[in-house]
């Protein structure tokens, strides 16, 4: 992780993208380019032909794709890439957010608030279920990228003060804090909290880790299916979850933090 690379890749993609069009009509490019920037600076490693489809990033590393959200888009690629490749699948997650409203009229920009709302790794979870049946193939690896960042969105939903069912402009990231290496199955057991006592239900799984309780399901069911944690028994209409693979492989420098 270098922060100093990743700032000046943020001012570099920034003022690029800002003298084309300014922000307010970037569609959300920017927080694309910039993790492509960073993690390859030679352009001519991006946006590679593979097949019928194109990599983000393909080198020496293997392809790098880049995916905010809808994986479910990414079964075919994956399908593909992985029968001769090494694929990372990078995963953004805003840890802290700051909000800046866009009028749609003046295009006056408000100034920014931090939003009460923190982005957790577990976050992927939602977007893991829609790849699950590729999770056990040990050409995958993921990388779960914590930021700092600016979401810009247009003042225009349907509340009264038109912020509810609003749409998103862009988000520009500030700051990188941490990076999250999943580099083989065992690495899953990053995704059981310290403070998680075992057995546990889903009701136990969703406190310790601050989710919903369908999005605590959800992982759960894929931790399940990664055998990472097994179903033991039931409490009422709750399964009862332990411990399934031992932890002692588990490497340690997979994590790199900075707050």
């Avoid at 020496?60 to 399908?79: A, M, P, V, W």
């Avoid at 990053?190 to 989710?211: C, H, R, V, W």
Wanted: glycine share 4%; proline share 3%; aromatic share 10%.
């Amino acid at each position: 992780m270098d922060q100093l690379k990743f700032k000046t890749v943020c001012d570099k993609i920034i003022n690029i993208e800002r003298a084309k069009c300014g922000i307010g009509t970037l569609g959300e490019k920017t927080l694309h380019s910039i993790l492509k920037h960073y993690f390859e600076e030679n352009e001519k490693n991006h946006e590679i032909k593979i097949s019928s489809f194109f990599a983000d990033i393909k080198n020496d590393n293997g392809i790098t794709e880049i995916q905010t959200r809808n994986f479910d888009k990414l079964r075919k690629k994956l399908q593909c890439f992985l029968e001769n490749e090494t694929v990372t699948l990078l995963f953004p997650v805003a840890d802290i957010k700051w909000l800046l409203w866009i009028d749609m009229q003046t295009g006056e920009v408000t100034k920014k608030r931090k939003s009460p709302k923190r982005g957790k790794i577990y976050d992927i979870f939602s977007e893991l279920y829609k790849i699950k049946q590729y999770l056990d193939n040990p050409s995958l690896k993921l990388c779960i990228v914590m930021l700092e960042l600016y979401e810009y969105r247009y003042l225009n939903g349907w509340s009264k003060d038109k912020k509810k069912g609003s749409r998103r402009c862009d988000r520009i990231p500030v700051d990188l804090l941490s990076q999250v290496q999943i580099n083989n199955i065992n690495d899953y057991h990053i995704f059981l909290p310290e403070n998680l006592k075992f057995p546990f239900t889903s009701k136990d799984y969703k406190k310790a880790t601050g989710l919903s309780m369908r999005n605590a399901q959800t992982a759960l069911n894929i931790l399940n299916f990664l055998k990472i944690v097994r179903r033991t028994a039931k409490q009422g209409n709750l399964f009862l979850y332990d411990r399934e693979t031992p932890l002692n492989t588990v490497d340690e420098k997979r994590v790199e933090y900075r707050y």
